[in-house]
């Protein structure tokens, strides 16, 4: 299965927050702020300050979150907020 970004292997048996935010392809602070949000399931091991998950647990997570107009945040159209119109002529 191939992952959002160019990230990691899946196969592997742990991932860190590194591994976790080239997967979705955002940054480690993003990771970082969704674990501290709760809008995340929580590491599955933590070795000092470094949290690991199980590769499983973050696709499954990533695969069943609520995405923008389905069910989760509204889309920009369902909020009355126009798309800039980036046509040119």
């Known amino acids: 299965m ?3 970004g ?5 196969t592997a048996e742990w991932w860190t927050t590194s591994d976790v935010a080239a997967y979705l392809g955002v ?3 993003t990771v970082s702020n969704y674990r501290k949000r709760g809008q995340m399931p929580e ?3 933590t070795v000092g300050r470094t949290h690991m998950w199980r590769p499983i647990r973050v ?4 695969e069943n ?4 107009g389905v069910g ?3 889309s920009p159209v369902s909020t009355g907020v126009s798309e800039p119109d ?3 002529g």
């Open 2 to 4: 191939v992952g959002v």
């Open 6 to 10: 160019a990230g990691p292997d899946t």
């Open 27 to 29: 940054k480690v602070a």
């Open 43 to 45: 590491p599955d091991a």
């Open 59 to 62: 696709v499954t997570w990533h």
């Open 65 to 68: 979150r609520p995405r923008p």
């Open 72 to 74: 989760g945040r509204p």
């Open 86 to 88: 980036v046509s040119s």
